[in-house]
């Protein structure tokens, strides 16, 4: 589904990804695991199609040329990104921004949008699955949310589009063990034949609960080492020393 | 793109910028006292009234317009302008709606203010002004049943003079300044609203003006009294068709609340803004006041100013009873080259008085967007309390946000506090939403929407959804 060549990108003439390859098969899960300002947000940020970036290579989603893509369409096409920081939007119901958020991607493939009341039914549902509080949902968007509360929010958002393609940036961090958990319940429900992953994080726990097909690590912009899950456990060990 | 084409990429800018053609009936061009007696007379006003104007245009004479403000325009002609303008069909006047002209109903309906049966089914009294007169009044019947007065201002003019004479200028005297004073010199139609002691109005009120005709200015008059007890909602919309002229609206709306009384008024303005580089579009000026008489009385303004090349104009409470509330929501939004000074006056003359100011401006494009109130406590007003927030949102960086509070304070009593903000749209925000798979102007809509919550929330939900949405309207092409 996804073919990442040679992907380059630039931002205030710094190289940040330098030459980045990768392929991902539908219902794959690949952990991305790398150190500290190697690129990791960058990569999911150039892939949901975020501007400001100077980018070069190939990336081939559905045999579409993704780069071409504004990020709207990236999401209408089935890309969600779990940001790293969520941001907080004041006076946006949070219910509402799920809904209109929802229904722009249900519209933008023709399915039929959901009322008010399917959507309430739904978001119940997937809330009560991720044991969600519901009263936080009619909360401002992030705003006051605990650092956990907003990371399961964006869970939340993923199991309610249903996307092909999760990114998901350490959503882990900042998790405690019960939410940890919950979280990674959530993530192996959705995976499917159709739903693939690329779950950034630095620690080998998570992939402890989500057993990742691959595991490859990003330094100085590349990926220089790609294995199975056990690649996770020999870098807790060894750290990236051994790898730059 | 051919001349059609382009006509309707602009009327998708504007979509209430069509005009109706009608034949009408017009006063001789200019300002002058026979043109005032041609008002008077084709109204059939009593002389008392006409008498009234003249004052007003005598003491007009020795008025200057005031030139304080943020927004400069050019010098208006004021002898370049038809003070009255008015479908031919209504020499006659219509005596029900059946008998109104089809042209007209055709426009309102266009505008999605339904006269006939619809208006039923949204359980809404409307008053229609079209350009100089009002064409409609509906649920007139059902309000009577009650008590309630709720007609055009020339019809209360002659059917209920013993209230127009006693109000009339009781908040905003003749002598007030230079757009008022004409307002009250050449005003031609508006509403007339009186609540009677104890009632609840069952409805919620509402008159839609429209300016059709060219060359004109529109000059309405408002006046609403809700005695002891009682309760109104009242909501104005305004839209006008696209020219490159830009035309004058000088409005005067006063209200008064008796002993407990509560007069909630909300305007949608969304008249004409002019095109994106700035060409025609209508300068607002308009003078609006409230007048708190009675004991535990309140006002409340909410405004949503989304159109209008300038919009100019201070929607004031006078909390003259002691325990009276006054509040002031409002949105004002500015995009390309658009105007805005807007804001309230909130005089505390009574003990316990209270006031609210709740703000929020929107700047996109070139636009220019200034708060300016006054908060004046007088000596006696012992333990009176305001609060006033004004926030700004900039979108990109050629446009302007300014906040000017005045306060007076002359009792130590008092207590006022005041919070300012002024913010971006941010980038992340744009992204987060756009992941989500909203599309830029989505996105915008939603945040600006959020910002603008408290005052949304003030609207009667039927139109709170109409705002909404046109205040998503009023910002596309605002961010690139
Ligand atoms: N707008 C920018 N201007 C300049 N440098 C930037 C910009 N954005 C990111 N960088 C730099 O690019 C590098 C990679 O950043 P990125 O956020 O992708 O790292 P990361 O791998 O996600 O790190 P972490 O594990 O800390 O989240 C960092 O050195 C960062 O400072
Ligand atoms: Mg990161």
């Given at each position: 589904m996804l073919q990442i060549k040679d992907l380059k990108a630039k931002i205030d003439n710094k190289e940040i990804l330098k030459g980045l390859n990768l392929e991902i098969k539908p219902g794959e899960v690949h952990a991305i695991m790398g150190p500290n300002g190697s690129g990791k947000s960058t990569l999911s940020n150039v892939l949901s199609g975020k501007k400001g970036y100077t980018v070069s290579g190939d990336v081939t989603y559905f045999n579409e040329n993704l780069l071409e893509l504004e990020i709207e369409e990236r999401a209408h096409k089935g890309i969600f990104l779990a940001f790293q920081y969520p941001l907080e939007i004041p006076g946006v119901n949070t219910n509402i921004f799920l809904k209109t958020s929802l229904n722009a991607v249900k519209k933008a493939n023709g399915e039929k949008e959901l009322d008010a009341i399917e959507f309430l039914k739904l978001v119940k549902k997937k809330a009560s699955e991720l044991k969600f509080d519901e009263n936080i949902l009619s909360r401002q968007l992030n705003v006051g949310f605990s650092g956990g509360e907003k990371k399961k929010n964006e869970i939340l958002q993923m199991s309610i589009l249903n996307p092909k393609l999760s990114i998901l940036d350490e959503t882990d961090s900042g998790l405690d063990i019960d939410a940890l958990k919950i979280v990674s319940d959530g993530v192996n429900a959705s995976r499917s034949k159709e739903s693939s992953f690329l779950i950034i994080t630095h620690y080998q726990r998570l992939l402890e609960y989500i057993k990742p097909d691959f595991v490859h690590v990003l330094i100085n912009g590349q990926i220089v080492k790609s294995g199975g899950s056990e690649l996770a456990l020999e870098l807790e060990n060894k750290g990236y020393e051994s790898l730059s | 793109m051919d001349a059609r084409e382009k006509e309707i990429e602009k009327l998708k800018d504007y979509k209430y910028g069509f005009s109706t053609d009608i034949e009408n009936t017009r006063a001789p061009k200019g300002l002058n006292e026979e043109v005032i007696k041609f008002i008077s007379n084709i109204k059939k006003e009593p002389k008392w009234m006409l008498d009234w104007r003249l004052k007003a245009f005598e003491r007009l004479k020795q008025l200057k317009e005031p030139n304080w403000q943020k927004p400069k325009y050019p010098?208006?002609?004021?002898?370049?302008?038809?003070?009255y303008s008015a479908p031919k069909s209504m020499d006659d006047k219509p005596k029900s709606l059946d008998e109104l002209d089809p042209k007209l109903l055709e426009t309102y309906k266009k505008l999605g203010i339904p006269l006939q049966e619809q208006a039923r089914l949204n359980g809404i009294a409307v008053d229609a002004v079209f350009d100089s007169v009002s064409v409609a009044t509906t649920f007139k019947g059902e309000l009577n049943k009650k008590g309630i007065i709720f007609c055009s201002m020339s019809e209360a003019i002659r059917e209920h003079p013993e209230l127009v004479k006693k109000y009339l200028g009781s908040v905003i005297p003749l002598t007030d300044h230079y757009f008022a004073t004409l307002n009250s010199a050449v005003f031609t139609d508006g509403s007339f609203v009186y609540i009677p002691e104890g009632v609840r109005c069952p409805m919620e009120l509402s008159t839609y003006f429209r300016i059709n005709a060219t060359e004109t200015g529109q000059f309405e008059r408002t006046l609403i009294i809700a005695d002891k007890g009682s309760y109104v909602s009242y909501l104005e919309g305004c839209t006008a068709p696209m020219r490159d002229e830009n035309q004058l609206h000088a409005a005067n709306v006063e209200l008064i609340a008796l002993d407990d009384a509560e007069i909630k008024y909300s305007t949608v303005q969304n008249w004409y803004p002019g095109d994106k580089d700035g060409v025609g579009g209508i300068y607002n000026f308009v003078t609006k006041r409230g007048l708190c008489k009675g004991k535990n009385s309140k006002i409340s303004w909410t405004q949503v100013e989304t159109g209008s090349a300038i919009t100019w104009k201070y929607p004031s409470c006078?909390?003259?009873?002691?325990?009276s509330v006054g509040e002031f929501y409002s949105i004002a939004i500015t995009n390309n080259h658009q105007k805005a000074d807007t804001g309230t006056k909130m005089i505390h003359l009574g003990k316990n008085t209270k006031s609210k100011i709740i703000s929020k401006g929107i700047s996109a494009g070139f636009a220019d967007n200034t708060y300016r109130g006054l908060v004046d406590i007088a000596r006696n007003a012992d333990n009176a309390r305001n609060f006033t927030q004004c926030d700004s949102l900039l979108m990109g960086n050629k446009c302007g946000a300014h906040t000017v509070p005045y306060i007076k304070n002359k009792n130590s009593s008092s207590n006022i506090e005041h919070e300012a903000t002024t913010s971006k749209i941010s980038e992340e925000q744009l992204f987060y939403c756009n992941q989500r798979g909203l599309n830029q102007e989505e996105a915008v809509s939603l945040i600006v929407n959020g910002f603008c919550k408290e005052v949304l929330q003030q609207l009667p939900m039927e139109f709170a959804v109409e705002a909404q949405k046109l205040v998503g309207i009023s910002l596309e092409g605002s961010v690139g």
């Open positions: - | 010098k208006i002609d004021y002898q370049g302008l038809y003070y006078i909390l003259k009873g002691d325990n």
